[in-house]
């Protein structure tokens, strides 16, 4: 894949189909070729922990230094330390 290089650990992403298409979340880690694990988490942006579809996401310029596989917690504690709270709340229009 081309555009595999974007997503790593910690990239903030928004969910483009789905549910939850609209919010954005972090991979917390790459399952395979086609899909990574992601977390909102869903206090803060309304995505719960669960595989995803790179197909599904778009990567954002902005990035959260987490651990692979990191729990929700560490997720928000590295979100509100990068100040992006209000940044990972905001609903995009799709």
């Known amino acids: 894949m081309v ?4 997503f790593e650990v910690g990239r903030v ?5 789905g549910r939850e298409a609209g919010r ?3 991979i917390v880690d ?12 869903k206090d803060v942006s309304g995505v719960k922990r669960r595989r995803a579809n790179f197909k599904h996401l778009e990567p954002v310029n902005k990035s959260i230094k987490i651990s692979k596989g990191a729990s929700d ?3 928000k ?8 709270s209000d ?4 609903v995009i229009k799709l």
């Open 3 to 6: 555009f595999m290089a974007s």
């Open 13 to 17: 992403v928004v969910k483009i189909l």
């Open 24 to 26: 954005r979340a972090v």
């Open 30 to 41: 790459i399952i395979d070729e086609n899909f990574a694990l992601i977390s909102g988490p």
């Open 73 to 75: 917690e560490e997720i």
């Open 77 to 84: 504690a590295a979100i509100e330390e990068a100040n992006l």
């Open 87 to 90: 940044y990972m709340q905001e």
